[in-house]
Structures are given as C-alpha cells and as structure tokens.
C-alpha cells in the first residue's frame, strides 16, 4: 500500500485576461499550496476499484482520480497488477481550493511510483493538463505563477509556512459558471499581478493581502451571498479576505498580533451561520513543510 497527499490550494491573486476561441480564458495566477489535503492510497486488487470516504463524491468514471487513473492506461505495462484506489476527502467539493484536481494529481504521482513507470514530472504534467487546468499545478505544488489557461507554470521561491484561516460556506460553485458569470459582467476591476508577483517573491505578506484581487469577485460576490458573508466576517475581524479561484470559499492570513480569543469569536460567528472554518498554513511543494 502506498499513500499520497493530495495538497489543495488557494490562489494568492488571479486575473482573467482574455477568452481563446475554445472558450477556456487565459489567466495569469499565482497557485498556492496548503496544507489542507485529501490523502489518496494505492494498494494491489484483484480487479480496479475506486472508493471515497465521502458519499457524496460518485466514484464512477466521472471522478477525476478515475479519470487520472485511465489516461495512464496508456503507460501501464502488460505486468502492471490491478488497483484498489481509495479516496480520504477533507478538502471540501467544488469550492474553489481544486480538491478534485489535487486527487487527479496524486493519483498520477501514486500509479508513477506503484507501477514504477518512471514517468517525468513534466510528463505527468502534460497528461494531468489533459484532465483540468489545475492538475498541472497539483502535480507539483508549492508557490507558482500560472499562465495560459493555468498549465504554463514558472516555480516561485517557496513562501514560509504563514498561517492561513478558509471560510468554507455551505454552497458550491461550478467552475465553468464562475467563467460564465464573469463573461457578463460589463465592467471588471483591474488585478495588479505584477504587484502581487513582486510581493509573493519578497515574501512580504503585507504588502500581498494588500494588493491582491481576484477577477471573479465582482461576479461571484453578488451571486453567492453566502462568499459575500465569509469576506466580511473576515473583514469584521480586522482580516484581509481574498476569494480562491471561483470561489464559493474565502481565505485570508492570520496576523501573529491575533488573539486566540478573537480567533475563536470568528469561529463562532462562522459556524452559526453554517460556514465551515479551517485553520492551515502555506506548504512546500510535495509538503516538504508539512508537520
Ligand atoms: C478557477 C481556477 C483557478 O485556479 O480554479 P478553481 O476555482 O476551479 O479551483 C481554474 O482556472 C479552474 O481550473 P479547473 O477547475 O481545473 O478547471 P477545468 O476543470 O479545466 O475547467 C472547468 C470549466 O471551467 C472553464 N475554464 C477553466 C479554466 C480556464 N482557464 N478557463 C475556463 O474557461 C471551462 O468552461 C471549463 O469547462
Ligand atoms: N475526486 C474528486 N474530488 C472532488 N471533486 C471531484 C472529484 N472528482 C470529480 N469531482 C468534481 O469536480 C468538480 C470540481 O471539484 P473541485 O476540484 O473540488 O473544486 P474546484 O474546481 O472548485 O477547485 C466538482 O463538481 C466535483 O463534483
């Protein structure tokens, strides 16, 4: 039996900057990994077999482990044993911190290492780009800026382990219809990626949460009520809140002047009105941080 973390990860700053003909929109982000992580083992079976820890999550082909699992049929040797593949979810569903595509990359990783296939990490790159455009990322982690459609990545300098709080409201929200939604809007706020490289690289952390932005905010905020709350419980607490990807879920530093027991009237005022609250850090590519 092997194990692999499945990191999930926030964005520290994304800008949408155009549409291809495709439909996909070219965007310019900086991934970030935590230590949030959904844990995916690999053992021998006697036939394929996918399980979940969460019944939510159909563990038919449209799971992207499932999916992750048959684009490296094409690698597999004759002697490749069959595999029972099971999925520990703590990253919550479709909530914009890509637990679907973390999964997706460490089933790559995983099925690379069991069946000894020795595939590169770029390889495993371009067929997890084959699966979603945050699975490139997911293979790798750590701290990048991602172009194109999110799968052309340059590595940052890793960023210390800063301790991060992830308001989790009780709705999800499709991908695909944060894109659409933002292709309504007539008007957009400008995001200063270059701004937010040059902090991220200086690892000045003020000076990020004070210059970050993403482009679904304004079209996600109206929509989903619920990620509107989670801003401004953060911000009521004297927090700078950002959203990650297209949301529904909002994050933002802890400061080290924080209180525990302001902290903890955060917690309350978020679970009273149904919102989940996680307590991570940043991590290192592969977790190299991850006490
Ligand atoms: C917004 C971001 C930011 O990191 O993440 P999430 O919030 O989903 O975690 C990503 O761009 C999401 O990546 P991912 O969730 O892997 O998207 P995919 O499965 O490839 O695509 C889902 C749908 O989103 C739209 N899509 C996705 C990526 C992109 N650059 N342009 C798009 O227009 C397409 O309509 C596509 O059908
Ligand atoms: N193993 C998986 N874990 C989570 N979601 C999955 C998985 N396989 C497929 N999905 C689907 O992928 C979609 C995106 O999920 P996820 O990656 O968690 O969110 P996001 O794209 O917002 O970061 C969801 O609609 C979910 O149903």
Redesign the pocket.
């Known amino acids: 039996m092997i194990q692999e973390r499945a990191y999930g990860?926030i964005?520290l700053g994304?800008s949408?900057i155009g549409?291809?003909s495709d439909?996909?929109?070219?965007?310019d982000?900086v991934?970030q990994s935590i230590a949030l992580h959904d844990t995916v083992y690999i053992e021998a079976a006697d036939s394929f077999q996918l399980t979940c820890s969460q019944a939510a999550l159909a563990c038919n082909t449209s799971n992207l482990a499932y999916k992750a699992y048959a684009a490296l049929g094409a690698y597999r040797n004759k002697s490749s044993s069959a595999v029972h593949i099971h999925l520990e979810k703590r990253i919550p569903l479709?909530?914009?911190?890509?637990g679907?595509?973390a999964d997706a990359a460490a089933v790559l990783r995983g099925l690379n290492r069991f069946w000894r296939l020795g595939l590169t990490a770029e390889t495993l790159c371009h067929i997890g780009a084959t699966?979603?455009?945050?699975?490139p990322?997911c293979v790798q982690g750590g701290t990048q800026r991602?172009q194109?459609?999110?799968e052309v990545l340059t590595p940052m300098a890793p960023l210390p382990s800063w301790p991060v709080c992830i308001l989790h409201p009780p709705v999800s929200?499709?991908?695909?219809m944060?894109?659409?939604w933002f292709d309504e809007q007539q008007v957009h706020e400008e995001v200063w990626m270059e701004k937010i490289v040059q902090s991220v690289q200086s690892a000045d952390r003020e000076r990020l949460s004070g210059c970050w932005g993403n482009s679904?905010e304004s079209s996600v905020f109206p929509r989903v009520p619920a990620a509107a709350q989670c801003r401004n419980i953060l911000k009521t607490h004297g927090l700078v809140p950002l959203l990650?990807?297209?949301?529904p879920t909002v994050f933002a530093f802890i400061p080290p002047t924080i209180v525990a027991s302001s902290f903890r009237r955060l917690q309350q005022e978020a679970n009273t009105a149904g919102i989940e609250v996680y307590r991570t850090h940043l991590v290192r590519g592969n977790g190299q941080n991850d006490g």
């Open positions: 990860k964005n994304l949408i549409k291809r439909g996909y929109h070219r965007i982000t991934f479709a909530a914009g911190l890509a679907g595509s699966l979603g455009a945050d699975v990322f991602g194109g459609t999110g929200v499709q991908t695909g944060a894109y659409a679904f990650s990807g297209s949301g």
